[in-house]
């Protein structure tokens, strides 16, 4: 059982930055692949970045050049730098973990974005 913990979510200001952390239970250098997800009100969840075990990364298309996702494998932590946000921005935020050909999901983290 792989368990995740979500945090740095929070309000900001158009133009801002936040810093997403993801905390997995068991060595992160043994995931597949992690991956941030977010869910704004009313829309379907979607993908927003992701990172294999051998990192290379992929962005959805939207937060390319803004946002970077990374990991710490001695922390067991992956990270989502957000830079430049946007209103459009705002949902909660889930981190996943790809893990024996499962899946895992965080509770997570509410980011709002003001105009």
């Known amino acids: 059982q792989v368990q995740l913990v979500e945090s740095g979510g929070g309000l900001v200001q158009a133009g801002g930055s936040l810093r997403l952390s993801c905390v997995t239970s068991?060595?992160?250098?043994?995931?597949?692949?992690m991956s941030w997800y977010r869910q704004a009100p009313g829309k379907q969840r979607e993908l927003v970045a992701s990172?294999?075990?051998?990192?290379?990364?992929n962005y959805l298309d939207s937060v390319k050049g803004r946002f970077t996702i990374s990991k710490d494998n001695a922390k067991n932590t992956v990270y989502l730098q957000m830079d430049s946000l946007r209103p459009e921005d705002t949902g909660v935020y889930y981190c996943?973990?790809?893990?024996?050909?499962?899946?895992?999901w965080g509770q997570g983290t509410q980011v709002t974005v003001s105009s």
């Open positions: 990172i294999t075990s051998s990192a290379p990364t």
């Open positions: 996943k973990a790809r893990y024996v050909l499962r899946d895992y």
């Open positions: 068991i060595n992160i250098a043994a995931m597949a692949a």
